[in-house]
């Protein structure tokens, strides 16, 4: 988004590829669309230590890196947790697992009969459609007498890149690791019609 505004952009990360959770030929490629637009990535920061300095003024963070280049702004995006700490969870009895997230069950029910915890803070997946899965979970066995639950859901997300990343499922490296046999089809975007066409009206 900066970058399309006009910003340099430069993205400093530490681990040895982007959106980790893909396999390595999506990340690679996703990273190939961003150095098109002009972004430029340092991986492995940590070992190569790509950032040498940050600074922080009234107006400015100032970030210098390794080959003497230097940013005027910085935006951490270092992970997020949930906001647990001043609920007093604890006086309720409702007991929180690792970062504060609520402990639940398949059900989504906590360790106290009667309350129950849904969406970001009981933890991973994060996503807005996970969040109102859960409640459509708890208010089906709620109030329609069902047993639902979050076992084996099949979780579909977006990354809203430009092209978008869709998936559903597992990724192919998890397949693997699982020990399934797999059989793998690619159809390069050129050769969908919908993208053809798409690309045809913004040139
Ligand atoms: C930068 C960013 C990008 C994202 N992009 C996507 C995306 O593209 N697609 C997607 O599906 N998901 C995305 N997500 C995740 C999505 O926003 C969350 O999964 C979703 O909002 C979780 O909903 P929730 O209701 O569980 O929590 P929230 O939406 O966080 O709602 C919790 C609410 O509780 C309030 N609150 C907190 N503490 C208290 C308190 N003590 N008392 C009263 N109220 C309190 C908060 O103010 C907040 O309004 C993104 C998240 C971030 C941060």
Same mark, same amino acid.
């Given at each position: 988004m900066f970058r399309r505004f006009g910003s340099k952009v430069t993205i400093i990360h530490s681990g040895p590829q982007i959106v980790a959770r893909e396999d390595p030929e999506i990340a690679a490629e996703l990273q190939k669309i961003l150095e098109a637009e002009g972004i430029e990535f340092f991986l492995n920061a940590m070992q190569s230590r790509s950032c040498t300095e940050a600074a922080k003024s009234r107006l400015l963070s100032r970030v210098r890196m390794h080959n003497d280049d230097s940013g005027t702004h910085l935006l951490a995006a270092a992970g997020r947790r949930p906001?647990? %700490? %001043?609920?007093?969870l604890d006086k309720a009895g409702v007991e929180t697992g690792k970062n504060g997230y609520i402990k639940v069950n398949f059900r989504l029910e906590t360790s106290v009969p009667g309350i129950w915890a849904i969406g970001d803070v009981k933890g991973p997946p994060a996503f807005t459609h996970i969040s109102f899965n859960d409640f459509q979970i708890i208010d089906a066995n709620l109030t329609q007498g069902k047993n639902l639950t979050i076992e084996n859901r099949i979780v579909p997300y977006c990354l809203y890149t430009d092209p978008e990343l869709g998936c559903a499922g597992m990724t192919e490296k998890e397949a693997r690791a699982a020990g399934y046999k797999l059989k793998i089809g690619r159809i390069p975007m050129t050769d969908v019609a919908r993208a053809i066409e798409r690309m045809r009206r913004l040139e």
């Open positions: 906001n647990t %700490d %001043d609920l007093g």
